[in-house]
């Protein structure tokens, strides 16, 4: 967020501490830059401006633009309102079309996850957090995005990692009874050739014995896409413990949902190796994690 009045800015920056510890050196040493202040500087549950680019807005009225280069995920969040009354209608039919058409465009399945499925599912959990819904409905339009997101999926095509080199155990939080992004995520490594199992345990205690017997490569933990579970983070950071000591061979331990799409950072406090802001390339950073954790053994 940038306000601009004649030669005077103010900016907020948000975003993990180590890449904004980069940006502020940059700023700072920039020569076109003087007289800076920081006004505040904290940690925060959760950023202000997730999933927007860097907007300008200056005093003098000029209307508000984005980066060059950016129209193209814009399209897609301009579709998040009716794709939201869409799904909280369950009217699947016209949610199926609004993505065919996108799909016909030429926008691929990780795009419309991360910059559609996703973003409307936090609007549901808004609507819903606003008393503009009921909880069934909010099931319900969570429901619609499954499928969605699963229709989307079946028509893609991505690239194999050889099949079933790695293995994942894809699990919401003990009690979690959102499901929206195991179901997009198990889509995803199937097709980039991973051996999947999906898991809805009532405890870690179930959690833990499930990785014991299945032994996986990696496991994923998701929160709620929809809304922010901002007190569930001493609980699932119980659950991490629990999901380390579980196998022989330590696994590499992703967390997700709403939380951390929007404060990727809150995974270190939880103990976790990954937080995924989006379900799209999840695949690729964890095949990645695993590569280094067993150059390390």
């Not at 940006?23 to 020569?31: G, L, N």
């Not at 194999?160 to 009874?177: C, D, H, N, Q, W």
């Not at 097709?191 to 999906?198: F, S």
């Amino acid at each position: 967020m940038l306000l601009c009045d004649g030669n005077r800015y103010l900016q907020t920056i948000e975003g993990p501490p180590d890449a904004l510890d980069r940006v502020w050196e940059s700023i700072r040493h920039d020569p076109r830059h003087g007289s800076i202040e920081i006004l505040s500087e904290h940690m925060v549950p959760a950023r202000l401006f997730s999933g927007l680019d860097m907007q300008l807005c200056c005093r003098d009225g000029r209307r508000a633009r984005s980066p060059a280069g950016s129209s193209g995920p814009a399209l897609l969040v301009d579709h998040i309102p009716a794709a939201a009354g869409f799904a909280l209608a369950g009217d699947d039919s016209r949610l199926n079309a609004l993505i065919g058409d996108l799909v016909n465009d030429g926008w691929v399945g990780d795009a419309l996850v991360r910059y559609l499925l996703e973003p409307t599912a936090r609007m549901l959990g808004d609507a819903w957090l606003a008393d503009e819904c009921s909880e069934i409905d909010l099931t319900i339009g969570l429901s619609m995005l499954q499928l969605a997101g699963h229709a989307v999926q079946s028509r893609g095509s991505a690239d194999k990692i050889r099949k079933s080199r790695y293995s994942v155990l894809l699990a919401t939080a003990p009690g979690e009874p959102h499901l929206l992004g195991p179901s997009l995520l198990g889509d995803m490594f199937n097709n980039a050739g991973w051996t999947v199992d999906i898991a809805f345990p009532g405890s870690d205690e179930a959690l833990a014995r499930q990785l014991r017997s299945q032994r996986p490569d990696a496991v994923d933990i998701a929160l709620s896409d929809a809304l922010p579970r901002h007190h569930a983070l001493a609980r699932l950071r119980e659950t991490v413990t629990k999901c380390r000591g579980a196998p022989d061979e330590l696994v590499v331990v992703s967390v997700g949902g709403r939380l951390f799409a929007e404060a990727a950072a809150t995974a270190l406090t939880v103990g976790a190796d990954h937080a995924r802001t989006s379900a799209a390339g999840t695949s690729v950073r964890l095949a990645q994690l695993i590569e280094q954790r067993r150059m390390g053994s």
